[in-house]
């Protein structure tokens, strides 16, 4: 699995489980998803992505998907609570 980190999220990629159908890239509004030469999903520039989840709501195989990583937002938040009870997104 591939972590693309930018701030308090990250988009994994399980390569394994693409088969190249290019949902995922024909949804991405900021345009950073792309086939690599196996037709695998690759990512260009996580900076432009804007965490949307069109995504991971498009890929039948779960080859793609979205976490808030609260590990780095204890990290990164020097002043914010971050509840338990706070739903993720």
């Known amino acids: 699995m591939e972590r693309f980190y930018q701030g308090d999220f990250y988009l994994a990629i399980k390569r394994a489980f693409c088969k190249g159908c290019s949902l995922c890239v024909n949804s991405?509004?900021?345009g950073i998803?792309?086939?690599d030469g196996k037709s695998k999903i690759s990512v260009k520039d996580i900076n432009?992505?804007?965490f949307c989840g069109l995504c991971e709501a498009r890929c039948p195989d779960f080859a793609i998907w979205i976490v808030k990583d609260r590990s780095q937002v204890h990290k990164f938040?020097?002043?914010q609570e971050i509840k338990e009870s706070e739903p993720v997104r």
């Open 28 to 30: 991405c509004p900021t």
């Open 33 to 35: 998803l792309y086939l």
């Open 77 to 79: 938040a020097s002043s």
């Open 48 to 50: 432009k992505c804007v």
